[in-house]
């Protein structure tokens, strides 16, 4: 049964409109409510949680920044989706500038990944990973949104500012792409 | 992985994509298509594959650590408010020195022409003076394009 609170609970969109207003804790509110499913998107593009860390804080940065840009055409998920989008790229293009002799999961060829070893289910998790890290940013996106944000063509279309039709074929060849470099969990 | 020709029509079917027609449509040619059976089940695995991969939640540290970044915002906001006043006030002040360059210019040239010039450039007025409609005759005549 719902609590008083639970009914009283503000929208995103309201929130939004407190922080406009000058009300910061309610932008502190909107913060717990997404930090979480976009640490797990970050996690997913960028493959590890330091640099997860950096994009979502830069997310509600720009996020709090461009509040008046706002105009609640897209949910404040899809639009806070949106932005973290655009750091992970930015924030990749950068790392990318950086590079030297690190060498992380994001560096792993094709090639690189290892054999079949489906009785571990945490080399299954490394091989995984890194064959997404081996696929192009937009393809990448594009498999994390669906499979692993569980998003429709519709909302990705919306968030990537790409036609559905796109969504479709991008996702079509990432997978195409997947099945060849995990064939042996596939079968 | 198949040749089928239905095959780039999966993906968007397994994850339910397809208008109702396509999907019946679809759906009785994968019955008799063991290519096509064969795909959607490795789409499954697929699915499954990446999703054991887990999702990471963020530990209440780095959580805290998110909550304080928002406190240095509004100087941030202070900080980009000015970038974009010391921007608009260059932009302006570009803008002012190019039209005041171009006025300046515009004016010596009108300033340079002579009164006899003017007049012989000026459309023909039967209400010239006769110096004027001297000095477009010769101006026309010199440029091949008097009267016959």
Same mark, same amino acid.
């Given at each position: ?35 979480? !499913? ?39 998920? !899809? ?10 790229a930015?924030h ?7 590079? !030297? ?6 560096? !792993? ?79 | ?5 239905? /095959? ?18 679809l ?13 959607i @089940? ?11 991969t ?32 010391? @921007?608009? +006030?260059? +932009?302006?002040?570009? +803008? ?5 360059? /171009? ?7 009108? @300033? ?6 003017a007049a ?7 209400? @010239? ?20």
């Amino acid at each position: 049964m719902a609590t008083e609170s639970d009914r009283w609970q503000p929208t995103d969109v309201e929130l939004v409109n407190k922080t406009r207003k000058g009300d910061h804790s309610a932008f502190h509110e909107l913060m717990d409510r997404h930090a979480q !499913t976009l640490f797990a998107l970050a996690v997913s593009l960028s493959g590890n949680a330091a640099d997860a860390e950096d994009i979502v804080q830069e997310t509600f940065a720009g996020a709090f920044r461009g509040l008046g840009a706002f105009q609640g055409r897209a949910t404040v998920k !899809t639009w806070l989706t949106r932005i973290l989008i655009r750091q992970s790229a930015r924030h990749h293009r950068s790392a990318s500038k950086r590079k !030297t002799t690190f060498v992380s999961l994001k560096e !792993t060829s094709h090639s690189d990944v290892r054999g079949p070893s489906p009785q571990s289910a945490a080399d299954a998790r490394i091989d995984v990973t890194a064959a997404i890290k081996t696929l192009g940013p937009e393809h990448q996106e594009v498999v994390i949104l669906r499979e692993i944000q569980g998003l429709s063509y519709e909302e990705m279309a919306e968030i990537l500012e790409i036609p559905r039709g796109t969504v479709e074929s991008r996702l079509f060849r990432a997978r195409r792409e997947l099945q060849k470099r995990l064939k042996e969990y596939l079968g | 992985m198949t040749d089928c020709g239905q /095959a780039d029509r999966l993906s968007a079917y397994y994850d339910g994509e397809v208008s109702e027609a396509e999907r019946a449509s679809l759906e009785e040619h994968i019955r008799g298509c063991p290519l096509c059976a064969v795909e959607i @089940a490795r789409l499954q695995r697929l699915s499954r594959l990446i999703r054991s991969t887990g999702q990471m939640e963020m530990s209440s540290q780095a959580l805290e650590r998110l909550h304080q970044s928002l406190d240095l915002q509004p100087k941030i906001a202070i900080l980009h408010m000015v970038e974009v006043f010391a @921007a608009a +006030a260059a +932009a302006i002040l570009v +803008a002012s020195v190019i039209w005041l360059y /171009a006025l300046s210019a515009t004016r010596e040239a009108s @300033a340079q022409i002579p009164e006899w010039e003017a007049a012989a450039l000026a459309a023909r007025n039967p209400s @010239a003076s006769v110096q004027e409609q001297l000095a477009q005759w010769i101006v026309e005549d010199l440029s091949g394009k008097s009267e016959q």
